[in-house]
């Protein structure tokens, strides 16, 4: 597509529910990344996608958050047992080469509130 | 603490003033990046400043990579309520393809 989609856009769940979070990176970026931004605060890098290596799982902040990415297209988020904690907005990029000199292309984000 | 500290956090100025904004670090950075994001969407890529001392123009928004490749600066000539965002510097750290963010400026403009 022409850009970086994330579905759903806004996620009500209730404490202790999954949830899954579904990112579609612009076609050809081999290199895609998750973020989290709280409320009045800068972007937390959670996980790194790129091509075939193995993923960089630094940024997770509990074992409860998992991710996943098919080939070099869709990657899904999930999230275990929410916590109250967690209500964020979820943001999706993806860039060429990962070399994160070149700057990313970003999602609109997935707005998750856990209640 | 973040690594990259904006100031000021907030700003609110009326139509035609003139605004800078500063990203600052004690590290150096082999390039930095500015964002801006508006309400419900995603950070949009501004520009990208790669050498220390440079400076780049997008029409109204001015930005410098200073010498040392510490610090960076937005400005912006007569501001229009267009320009109401979130803007965010950013710079590669960590590993290979991550980038650290600041805590972001929220510029607000009156019209």
């Known amino acids: 597509g022409a850009g970086v989609s994330q579905s759903p856009s806004n996620k009500v769940t209730e404490k202790g529910k999954d949830v899954e979070l579904r990112c579609d990176p612009i076609s050809g970026h081999t290199a895609l990344y998750w973020y989290r931004q709280r409320l009045g605060q800068g972007l937390e890098f959670l996980i790194y996608f790129q091509g075939n290596s193995a993923p960089d799982k630094s940024g997770l902040p509990s074992d409860r958050f998992s991710a996943e990415r098919t080939g070099e297209s869709v990657s899904t988020l999930t999230i275990q047992r929410t916590q109250q904690e967690d209500s964020a907005v979820y943001l999706c990029a993806s860039s060429t080469t990962g070399g994160a000199g070149y700057g990313y292309t970003f999602g609109s984000g997935t707005r998750l509130t856990v209640v | 603490t973040q690594l990259l500290e904006q100031s000021p956090q907030f700003l609110s100025i009326q139509e035609g003033e003139n605004l800078t904004v500063y990203c600052n670090s004690s590290s150096v950075f082999s390039s930095l990046q500015w964002y801006r994001q508006e309400p419900g969407e995603g950070p949009v890529l501004l520009v990208t400043v790669v050498t220390g001392g440079e400076v780049k123009k997008l029409k109204r928004l001015t930005f410098q990579f200073g010498d040392a490749r510490k610090d960076s600066s937005l400005h912006i000539t007569a501001a229009q309520p267009g320009d109401t965002g979130l803007y965010l510097c950013?710079?590669?750290?960590?590993?290979?393809?991550?980038?650290?963010f600041g805590q972001g400026t929220i510029l607000t403009v009156h019209p």
């Open positions: 950013a710079g590669p750290r960590g590993g290979y393809g991550k980038l650290t």
